[in-house]
Nanobody
Framework: QVQLVESGGGLVQAGDSLRLSCAAS??????MGWFRQAPGLEREFVAA????????YYADFVKGRFTISRDNARNTVYLQMNSLKPEDTAVYYC???????????????WGQGTQVTISS
């Protein structure tokens, strides 16, 4: 059974940093990614990383501020978020797919999400 469990969300001020974690079980050699959904908006792609960690992809609005990484020994993917803005407020979801490109378009698996709130 596949499980993706996010953690690390919370309430911080604009300019602060947060690191999200996603612990995966029941998966091997899967690409991973992060999406987010703000109230009243559609879910949107944030970042993805290949199964080896050698390739990463980012949405334009997070380039230079967010970094995706993974620790395959721990089956965990991370999203380091720096210089956070109020518009980054959303529920952040972990996702998995057979490739980074596939994960970006239409992941096979989703986590339950973790709330990130940025105050101004």
């Amino acid at each position: 059974q596949v499980q993706l469990v996010e953690s690390g969300g919370g309430l911080v001020q604009a300019g602060d940093s947060l690191r999200l974690s996603c612990a995966a079980s029941g998966l091997t050699f899967y690409a991973m990614g992060w999406f987010r959904q703000a109230p009243g908006l559609e879910r949107e792609f944030v970042a993805a990383i290949s199964s080896s960690g050698g390739s990463t992809y980012y949405a334009d609005f997070v380039k230079g501020r967010f970094t995706i990484s993974r620790d395959n020994a721990r089956n965990t993917v991370y999203l380091q978020m720096n210089s956070l803005k109020p518009e980054d407020t959303a529920v952040y979801y972990c996702a998995a797919g057979p490739s980074a490109a596939a994960t970006r378009r239409n992941p096979d698996y989703w986590g339950q999400g973790t709330q990130v709130t940025i105050s101004s």
